[in-house]
Every structure is written in C-alpha cells, then in structure tokens.
C-alpha cells in the first residue's frame, strides 16, 4: 500500500473516532444550556415576569374629583408580614438558603419595579428572637438588611411580633429594646401629611404588667396628640407642641383585631377550609376584645393592616373601619405569597395585593426539567428511542396501512 493511502486511512480513522466525541461535546453543551436557562428562570426571571403584572392603585384626590387646590401628595407604601427569618436553632442551612433567597429575590424586584418610598413589616421579621442569644441575633439582624436592603430614600420600619420578642409570658425589656435598636422606636410615624401608629400588640394583654401600662399609657399620649390635630380651634390643653397632620391614622401591629375565626375570609390566599371555622383564641391568635374596643375608640382609625395569621383577610370593624391582614411573605409559610400596596393620601387610601412567583411553580418547572434531562441523556445512550423518531415511524405505519 502506498504512503498516501495509509496517510489517508489514518486520517479518516481519525475522524471517525473523533465524530463521537463531538456528538458528545455538543450534548453536554446542550444540556448545560438547559440547566442554565431552567436556574435563571426559577431563581431570577420568574420574579420579574410575576411581580412585574403588579401596579400602585389609583386613589382619587380632591382635584381628580374637580375640586380646587393643590393636589394631596400620595404616598406609595408596601406593607409585608411575617418573613420569619430562621435561627440557629431551627433554621436547617438548605431551609435558610432557600426561602431567604426567595424573600431577597422578590424585595429586590419590587423594589426595582415599583419602587416604593416606605415598607412597613408587620411583625414577625425574625423566627427565633423570643430566644435568640445575643449572637445568634446579631446574625439574624445582618442576614435581615441583606436580603430587605434598600437605597436610603426608602424607610423601611417594622413592628414587634410574638416570633421577635415572645408573647406576654416571654417578652421582657431587654428584647423589646434589642429590636428597637435595630428598627426605629417610635410609635406615631407622619409622612406626606399621614399617620401611622406602630403598635406592639403583645404588650396589649390588659394585665396591667409595667411593659403593658406603659405601652397604654403612650397610646393614650399618641390619641391625645392625634385628637388634638383634628380640633381646629387648637385648645389650651394641648399645649404649644408640633401639631400633627388633621389626618386619620393608619393602624400597624402584628396581631390582628378581635374577630372570632376567619369564617368570613374569602380568595385564594385566606385561610385553607380546615382552619377557617377554628375558634381565634384572644391574646394568642388576635387581640383581645377589650384591647381591640381601646385601640378603636383612643385612635379612630380609617384603616387597620396587620399579620400574625399568615392568611389573607378583609373585616370591617365598628363604623365600617377595614381590617386586612396581609398573607406571610415567604414560602416558608404558604405557597402563594403576597404583599399589600398602598397609594395614601391625608384623606383617601387605595390597596392592591401582588402576589409573589408560586413555590409549587418552581418546584414543578424545575422536576419538569430534570425529566427532559434524563430523556434527552437516555435518548443519546441509545436506551430509548428518540419520541421524534417514534412519531415518525408511527406516522408512517398509520399511512400505509
């Protein structure tokens, strides 16, 4: 045989073992690919394409409604509930990274999409603080502005929950002064001519403990500014002080007013059928009955938001004042969670919810991936015809007979 020709055998032998491995090469690129796109999808996009369907409510001014005057400013406020940020003690590591990152993930993108001038948190912000060590709290709280970080035009203030310094029985000075700390203390905060009160419902248990006369006694100090505001001969007894705006306060706090059960809550995030005819015990699941008569007659709210329940609900209290209880925030709680926007002005409010990408979505996009990878890897193997390849000869046994 020639030189040339053995030349030429070796080099088409060469080719032919080489066409395997870039069959190869090209399927695990392929699949790369896949896994790639399927990560980016689930991890990043899903929250854009989900929460970019959600929109800040038109609230009717006094000059939308042909009136005279400068527009009433509108502030544009998102209220959230119950992050329930995992400890040291009951946070497993894989549970931790995988509902943080779905809470920084859809903070992020709200923030980004909607852009928000306030957030309020109702209670709840931490799993672990009735127990925490020092320690284990000062990484909580770094984990916390982490994920909720936020540019500095956007206030972000939170109220206490039972999760963050304990119900009655467990909650003391020092952990109500170790959240404050770490979220601003007061209690009436006025912006754009509103009010909000910032309650600490654990602390209304009526039993005259020092935390809980101390927490009446500066609501009834906050009703007697906030009265004071609507008189417009301003009297004697209300002193020369900052005179607040004439507006009726909204109501922050983390357990909901007194209602017997979530029978009457409807849509697809209240509470499961199960749960809803379960008696509400008081002081544990809502408010009791007379720190909810207090808080409706010192303050007169327009409008009340709360938590606690991790399901949604609407309730009108007394002379039609709205209640709603704003769903939990992480899927570590429901499958479908939600926040609550607000466009507020001194005398009108409007509320919408945005719900968050589904947890069950997730999951099922991304089990629908894994199998089309074990497919696509059984079908290159050879272990298993190609189901194009099998239409195809169905296709053709269906057309000659």
């Known amino acids: 045989m020639a030189a040339g020709d053995m030349a030429s055998t070796r080099l088409g032998a060469g080719r032919q073992h080489l066409r395997p491995l870039k069959r190869r090469g090209l399927v695990l690129l392929r699949l790369t690919a896949i896994v790639f796109a399927v990560f980016l999808f689930c991890e990043f996009?899903?929250?854009?394409?989900?929460?970019?369907?959600?929109?800040?409510?038109?609230?009717?001014?006094?000059?939308?409604?042909?009136?005279?005057?400068?527009?009433?400013?509108?502030?544009?406020?998102m209220f959230l509930a119950d992050t329930h940020l995992l400890g040291a003690v009951r946070g497993h590591w894989l549970d931790k990274l995988r509902r943080e990152w779905q809470m920084e993930r859809a903070f992020q993108t709200a923030l980004w999409l909607l852009q928000p001038e306030v957030v309020f948190?109702?209670?709840?912000?931490?799993?672990?603080?009735?127990?925490?060590s020092s320690q284990a709290w000062a990484d909580d709280v770094g984990r916390f502005w982490k994920i909720f970080r936020h540019p500095p035009h956007v206030q972000l203030r939170a109220v206490a929950g039972n999760h963050d310094i304990g119900f009655h029985y467990q909650m003391n000075t020092y952990k109500i002064k170790r959240f404050e700390k770490v979220f601003n203390p007061e209690r009436l905060f006025s912006w754009k001519g509103i009010n909000f009160v910032m309650v600490n419902s654990v602390a209304l248990e009526g039993d005259s403990c020092d935390?809980?006369?101390?927490?009446?006694?500066?609501?009834?100090?906050?009703?007697?500014?906030?009265?004071?505001?609507?008189?417009?001969?301003?009297?004697?007894?209300?002193?020369?002080?900052?005179?607040?705006?004439?507006?009726?306060?909204?109501?922050?706090?983390?357990?909901?007013?007194?209602?017997?059960?979530?029978?009457?809550?409807s849509g697809e995030d209240a509470a499961p059928p199960d749960e809803k005819y379960t008696p509400f015990k008081e002081r544990?699941?809502?408010?009791?009955?007379?720190?909810?008569?207090k808080l409706l007659w010192w303050l007169r709210p327009r409008l009340v938001l709360s938590g606690h329940t991790h399901s949604a609900c609407e309730v009108l209290?007394?002379?039609?004042?709205?209640?709603?209880?704003?769903?939990?925030?992480?899927?570590?709680?429901?499958?479908?969670p939600s926040f609550i926007m607000g466009s507020v002005t001194p005398t009108e409010y409007a509320l919408a919810k945005c719900y968050l990408p589904c947890e069950d979505t997730v999951l099922t996009t991304y089990c629908t991936?894994?199998?089309?990878?074990?497919?696509?890897?059984?079908?290159?193997?050879?272990?298993?015809?190609?189901?194009?390849?099998?239409g195809w000869n169905m296709l053709r046994k269906f057309k000659t007979t």
């Open 45 to 77: 996009l899903i929250y854009y394409l989900v929460i970019f369907r959600c929109s800040w409510p038109a609230v009717e001014t006094p000059a939308d409604a042909g009136g005279l005057g400068t527009p009433e400013p509108v502030l544009r406020a």
């Open 121 to 132: 948190i109702l209670g709840d912000v931490f799993d672990e603080g009735k127990w925490s």
């Open 211 to 265: 935390i809980c006369s101390g927490a009446e006694a500066e609501l009834l100090e906050i009703s007697h500014r906030l009265n004071c505001s609507r008189e417009e001969h301003r009297p004697q007894e209300c002193g020369d002080g900052q005179r607040l705006p004439a507006s009726a306060p909204i109501l922050l706090q983390h357990f909901p007013l007194y209602r017997r059960n979530d029978a009457n809550c």
């Open 284 to 293: 544990y699941d809502a408010l009791s009955q007379e720190a909810s008569r």
């Open 317 to 336: 209290h007394g002379a039609g004042v709205l209640e709603v209880s704003v769903p939990s925030f992480s899927w570590r709680n429901r499958n479908n």
């Open 369 to 390: 991936a894994a199998g089309g990878l074990v497919l696509l890897m059984l079908v290159h193997a050879g272990l298993v015809a190609s189901p194009f390849h099998f």
